[in-house]
């Protein structure tokens, strides 16, 4: 089975500092990863995947994240926020199959202060 | 720009009554997608659809779950009695490809109260 855990629930951080969102995920296959955003009122919006490839992975918005297979990892960042950045980010993961469901890990809230 | 909608954005409804979640996903997509999000708990996956079939499902998606097509634009997901634990964020979602190779648009959600 997969598991996707997202370890912070919230992140508050200053406008233009950096921020990370740290995802793991544990699968015994190999596996496509997303982060997706959902802003108040709206619906979930994908910001970046990894399917295969460079191992760093650049989204809209100015988020990237890395996949670290070593680790389980695909933490997600982003060297300057933006108080419009306000959001739950989501991580999930695919185990592969074109038809199969998306895992995703519980969110993490990340509020920008001015 | 192509979205997915849903109605209603909420409903209310007394325990054991039937409710029907409405979604229109993008009219080129040929996949698609219920997931629910329990307050405070993570979005699951209830089932996936393809080619007028259910291609997945979850163990949530028992008995009192069903989903339809009934026309070339609408796709539906029917609880036949609805139990409190129902109470959720209902999102449709919908792709052209494949969750592992193409995107999944959602919706904003249908949040369903049951009482």
Partial sequence: ?114 | EPEVTQTPSHQVTQMGQEVILRCVPISNHLYFYWYRQILGQKVEFLVSFYNNEISEKSEIFDDQFSVERPDGSNFTLKIRSTKLEDSAMYFCASSDLGPGIGELFFGEGSRLTVL
Avoid at chain 1, 58 to 87: C, M, W, Y
């Fill in chain 1, 1 to 114: 089975a997969q598991s996707v855990t997202q370890l912070d629930s919230q992140v508050p951080v200053f406008e233009e500092a950096p921020v990370e969102l740290r995802c793991n995920y544990s699968s015994s296959v190999s596996v496509y990863l997303f982060w997706y955003v959902q802003y108040p009122n709206q619906g979930l919006q994908l910001l970046l995947k990894y399917l295969s490839g460079s191992t760093l992975v650049k989204g809209i918005n100015g988020f990237e994240a890395e996949f670290n297979k070593s680790q389980t990892s695909f933490h997600l960042r982003k060297p300057s926020v933006h108080i419009s950045d306000t959001a739950e980010y989501f991580c999930a993961v695919n185990r592969g199959s074109t038809l199969g469901r998306l895992y995703f890990g519980r969110g993490t809230q990340l509020t920008v202060w001015p």
